[in-house]
Every structure is written in structure tokens, then in C-alpha cells.
């Protein structure tokens, strides 16, 4: 994608990541991650990434250890859904993920977000258990794919 970077957060960071949580709109109606948490909770994550499109945050993504199983959080702010940028950021942290040799990584979405769930869905991820209106995914960044057969 043209024009864009992603950016490894940084403690300094923290007013981007600040002015990103506000930019959210919709979106944080579905990414509730920053409600029950201070800002600096992204001090304990394996790494805490941004994608800046001309400088502005445009979506988030972490990967988080937590009683034992590394979380994958990921959103993107409302006004530039549907542009690509959920994609690359799991991209950008399966890619981390492999890295660090995590065995597996987690995440959890809401029943109703279909758009989130299906990008999910296209790149591994595999349903573990449904809680109430929350569905559970799992996936093993160092599985070996078909594709790294041939």
C-alpha cells in the first residue's frame, strides 16, 4: 500500500496512539481494549504496532501476553475501514508473532462483526469456542502451510 508505514510504538508514542483511540468513531464500539486499560498497559505487550497513512494512525494492532496465551488486538479507525489496513496489520503481527516463535496467538471479536470475523477467517485464523456473543480464534504462526511444502 502507497504511502504508508508501520510504525513499532514506542514509549514517546504515547500521544499517537492517544490521538488514534480518539479518531476511533464507530470502530470503538467494537474495540473496547482502551476502556477498562490505561494507555501504558502497552508497555507489557511483545510489541504494539501502528500504521500511520501520511503520518495519521489509521489502524492499531498487539500482541499481548496474558495468563499464559499471547492476544492478538487489532482495529481500525472507522473512516478508513475497507481500505486494507486490518490486512496488513495481521500481516505485520503474524509476521511478529513468527518472530518471536509464539506457538499460538488468540483473539476475540464480537458475534456481529462479520467483516472482521471473515478477515479473520481468510488468513488462518480458526474458531475455537463461542461465549455468549463473543467468538474465540485461534491460530499457530509457525504451522506449516502446503504452500511451504512445494
Do not use: C
Not at 477467517?121 to 469456542?129: C, N, T, V
Amino acid at each position: 500500500m502507497k504511502g504508508i508505514q508501520i510504525h513499532k510504538l514506542k514509549k514517546k508514542d504515547q500521544a499517537l496512539l492517544q490521538g488514534f483511540i480518539d479518531s476511533l468513531g464507530a470502530s470503538a464500539d467494537t474495540f473496547r481494549y482502551f476502556d477498562k486499560r490505561t494507555i501504558d498497559v502497552v508497555d507489557l505487550h511483545h510489541i504494539t504496532l501502528l500504521i500511520l497513512d501520511q503520518d495519521k494512525p489509521v489502524a492499531y494492532g498487539h500482541l499481548e501476553p496474558e495468563n499464559g496465551i499471547d492476544w492478538l488486538g487489532i482495529a481500525v479507525i472507522e473512516s478508513s475501514r475497507g481500505r486494507g489496513f486490518g490486512r496488513e496489520m495481521m500481516k505485520a503481527l503474524i509476521g511478529e508473532a513468527e518472530n518471536l516463535k509464539l506457538k499460538e496467538i488468540r483473539l476475540s471479536v464480537d458475534a456481529s462483526n462479520t467483516a472482521a470475523i471473515a478477515l479473520y477467517r481468510s488468513m488462518g485464523f480458526e474458531l475455537l469456542e463461542v461465549r455468549d456473543d463473543i467468538r474465540f480464534y485461534t491460530f499457530n504462526p509457525n504451522r506449516e502451510t502446503s504452500e511451504d511444502k512445494t
